[in-house]
């Protein structure tokens, strides 16, 4: 089980620069995959989403990388900005509608 | 752009007492969830709600919690008997047939 307290791994780029945040997923039959982005004191926001047909996936800014064979996803930011500065979170969901696992979430901070 | 929402954003209440978090699902979506975030920790799924009935929940989602989908458009969680380790954000989901989840702000509940 996870301790409480649960340190999250930080990203920290500069403005301007891409980044990239990565995610390991568990169960190797999950079909669908979606990143959110969490500011502090909001709920999820949903950024871009995957399903397990697909490699690559591109939305404004954003491209989100899928590998099966490893179960891995990563979310790519283009010229990041400071307003890009929050927690994000994988989440694969599993067959039969079963709900959302998300990941623990990295918080990438963006230095001006 | 439709959003799910929530009421209120904050609930302070005692231990023991019985709390009603409500939430506003977008109005073409079927599928609701009930999620909670104890501070710093990720996102963990409570209960999934569909056709008028729960169609999964989790371990945490125990005798003391309850979900109604009162009217057409309200759905609410509610906890019977607070305990302190109740204290944490709850977020509310909804999801049409694209499979997207989109979140409320979230409520947050605190138990002294």
């Known amino acids: 089980g996870e301790s409480v307290g649960l340190h999250l791994p930080t990203l920290s780029v500069q403005e301007g620069d891409n980044s990239i945040i990565n995610c390991a997923y568990s169960?190797?039959?999950?079909?669908?995959f979606i990143w959110y982005k969490q500011e502090s004191g909001k709920g999820p926001q949903f950024i871009i989403d995957i399903r397990s047909n697909m490699d690559k996936r591109q939305g404004q800014r954003v491209t989100v990388l899928l590998n099966k064979t490893v179960k891995h996803l990563s979310l790519q930011i283009a010229a990041t900005q400071p307003g890009d500065s929050a927690v994000y979170f994988c989440?694969?969901?599993?067959?039969?509608?079963?709900?959302?696992?998300f990941g623990k979430g990295t918080r990438l901070s963006v230095i001006a | 752009e439709p959003e799910v929402t929530q009421t209120p954003s904050h609930q302070v209440t005692q231990m023991g007492q019985e709390v009603i978090l409500r939430c506003v699902p977008i109005s073409n979506h079927l599928y609701f969830y009930w999620y909670r975030q104890i501070l710093g920790q990720k996102v963990e799924f409570l209960v999934s709600f569909y056709n008028n009935e729960i169609s999964e929940k989790s371990e945490i989602f125990d005798d003391q919690f309850s979900v109604e989908r009162p009217d057409g458009s309200n759905f609410t969680l509610k906890i019977r008997s607070t305990k302190l380790e109740d204290s944490a954000m709850y977020f509310c989901?909804?999801?049409?047939?694209?499979?997207?989840?989109?979140f409320g702000p979230g409520t947050r509940l605190t138990v002294t």
């Open positions: 989901a909804s999801r049409g047939d694209s499979g997207k989840q989109y």
């Open positions: 169960n190797s039959a999950s079909d669908y």
């Open positions: 989440a694969e969901n599993p067959p039969r509608n079963t709900p959302l696992v």
